[in-house]
């Protein structure tokens, strides 16, 4: 089986941002998307995101904040509106695009602010560019996740602070929705090296006709690796969803949303209103979520 190239991962993650958001962004305008984006923060602080947890929105007026894999647009915004000065790097034209779209509706409210195509393996700003350096779920679809971290210190200012999300292994839905059913009892696991990345992300209004090219997954001593040139290194984990489970969690998110109904923050981020989760799920997110919440500094120049 052929190594994945970046074109691959530049065609999937087209597709899905066609399937996602393109009608969303298709009819944006500038009080709806600063509306979205009140709706999008407020659903990010229910769910405990490094959105608004690990990221310091009071502080950010002013900070150079680079974000690798803004998806459409939604957190980058959000950022903005803050009073950060976005750059906001996609491998993907269009979602470049649609995070400059994003950028133009809002006028002054992001002055400075732009998005470009590029490569979070080979980022095209010099060293010691940024005070802050943000992407979420983004890193582990690269071909080199260990070469886009470095590249995360290099373009940090000194004393900068990384804040990443990437994919944890020691989590219910890694053994228990993906592994045990898809991996071992299907067998991918055995003949696909690309079994996981076959059975994460899609979704939206679109057949899935292109296959994911790159999911990765780690562990606590893994993450610590990866960033083991940083320092002051934290780490937590989040995001637990019982509707994920196979074949169960389709009758399960029925139940979720008539119980708990939807937020409609997760229009710009999902393409939909986001089925809000119970308080049972956001503790067992604490426990065994799939999501790594990280943040890490730069060392500065005495260190």
């Not at 009071?58 to 894999?69: F, N």
């Not at 940090?156 to 839905?173: D, F, N, R, T």
């Not at 995001?239 to 029925?254: D, I, T």
Request: a positive charge.
């Amino acid at each position: 089986m052929n190594a994945p190239a970046k074109t691959d991962i530049q065609a999937f993650w087209k597709a899905l941002y066609d399937s996602l958001y393109e009608d969303v962004d298709a009819g944006l305008t500038r009080d709806a998307l600063l509306k979205s984006l009140d709706d999008l923060e407020d659903m990010f602080r229910l769910r405990k995101h490094m959105a608004v947890v690990e990221m310091p929105l009071k502080e950010l007026a002013g900070k150079r904040v680079l974000e690798v894999g803004p998806g459409a647009g939604g957190h980058s915004a959000l950022f903005a509106k803050h009073g950060a000065v976005m750059t906001s790097l996609d491998i993907t034209p269009a979602r470049a695009r649609a995070t400059n779209a994003k950028f133009r509706l809002m006028g002054d409210l992001a002055a400075g602010c732009n998005a470009v195509n590029g490569d979070s393996e080979n980022l095209p700003f010099p060293d010691d560019t940024f005070d802050i350096v943000y992407s979420n779920g983004v890193l582990h679809h690269t071909l080199d996740t260990e070469k886009a971290i470095a590249e995360v210190l290099r373009v940090l200012k000194p004393g900068g602070q990384a804040v990443i999300m990437l994919y944890c292994k020691s989590s219910w839905h890694y053994w228990v929705n993906m592994f045990l059913p898809i991996g071992l009892l299907m067998g991918k696991a055995f003949r696909d090296p690309n079994w996981l990345g076959k059975a994460t992300e899609w979704g939206g209004k679109n057949r899935q006709t292109v296959a994911n090219p790159v999911t990765r997954c780690y562990t606590g001593a893994g993450i610590a690796r990866l960033f083991a040139a940083f320092r002051d290194m934290r780490y937590r984990k989040g995001e637990f969803y019982w509707y994920l489970v196979p074949k169960l969690g389709r009758l399960y998110r029925r139940y979720q949303i008539r119980r708990y109904g939807t937020h409609p923050g997760g229009v710009l981020v999902y393409g939909e209103p986001w089925p809000i989760q119970s308080p049972m799920e956001l503790k067992l997110g604490e426990i065994m979520g799939f999501s790594w919440f990280i943040s890490a500094r730069k060392p500065d120049a005495a260190e």
